[in-house]
């Protein structure tokens, strides 16, 4: 547990770090999956069943999360070319659906109560801090970095004053881009406030798996 353990903190502060230096969304999108894996290493090998509740949850909430950010990067590298925070600024006024699916979705990641990475991200901690408060410690700076990369990037990339190529090329969603948008965002609130159901669904298997691993750690 405490090799397996180690890693993950590590990856949680090594990956959130790199990704608050990142000036390009794509390159901060790639470190800051490093670091949500890192999280659900934490919950998974807690072994307890918090830990798998919160760590299996948190894969689905990283595939939903990750994919609507990548989305978002699709579409203003579509407008502007590479989303570089030197070419940004002013998002909001030229693009204000775009810069709000952006909030959601990172608000998401951050782990806002009412979205999809509330409740993953308390089941690691509940299940990390059973195993060691330390691992727990980790996984809440994990929340606390993950809230200064998002954050910061959409201050300076979606607020202020527009750059001269957002001005010129940037224009709001599209409907095909709508669409994509209201399943992600649609998602995002629906396992968020209907957790309940999903958990209830999974908790027999990781009951007995959980039960399982107890046993066989006992002397």
């Known amino acids: 547990f405490w090799l397996v353990a180690l890693l ?12 608050l230096g ?24 807690s072994l307890n069943l918090d830990g798998f509740e919160g760590g299996l949850l948190q894969m689905v909430n990283l595939g939903i999360v990750g994919a609507g950010l990548f989305f978002v990067a699709g579409f203003l590298t ?26 959601v979705i990172a608000l ?25 408060w330390p691992m727990a410690l980790a996984a809440g700076l994990g929340v606390f ?12 990339g979606f607020m202020g004053e527009a750059k001269p190529a957002v001005v010129d090329r940037v224009y709001d969603l599209t409907t095909p ?3 994509i948008v209201v399943v992600l965002v649609g998602l995002i609130f629906w396992i968020g406030l209907g957790t309940g159901p999903f958990i209830q669904t999974i908790r027999p298997s990781l009951t007995v798996l959980s039960e399982h691993v107890q046993t066989r750690a006992q002397p």
Do not use: C, W
């Not at 670091?35 to 290493?41: Q, T």
């Not at 030197?86 to 204000?96: D, F, K, Q, T, Y």
């Not at 998401?108 to 060691?132: C, D, I």
């Not at 970095?145 to 300076?156: I, K, M, N, P």
């Open 78 to 103: 579509t407008r502007v070319g590479p989303p570089d925070l030197g070419a940004l600024g002013g998002l909001i006024n030229h693009a204000p659906l775009m810069t709000a699916t952006f909030l």
């Open 108 to 132: 998401a990641g951050v782990g806002l109560p009412g979205t999809n990475g509330f409740n993953g991200e308390h089941l690691v901690m509940l299940g990390a801090y059973e195993r060691s």
């Open 22 to 45: 990142q000036t390009n969304l794509r390159r901060l999108l790639a470190f800051a999956s490093l670091a949500h894996m890192g999280v659900v290493m934490l919950g998974l090998f």
């Open 177 to 179: 881009e709508k669409g």
């Open 145 to 156: 970095l993950t809230a200064a990369y998002s954050l910061s990037y959409f201050v300076r």
């Open 8 to 19: 993950g903190a590590a990856g949680i502060v090594y990956g959130s770090l790199l990704a």
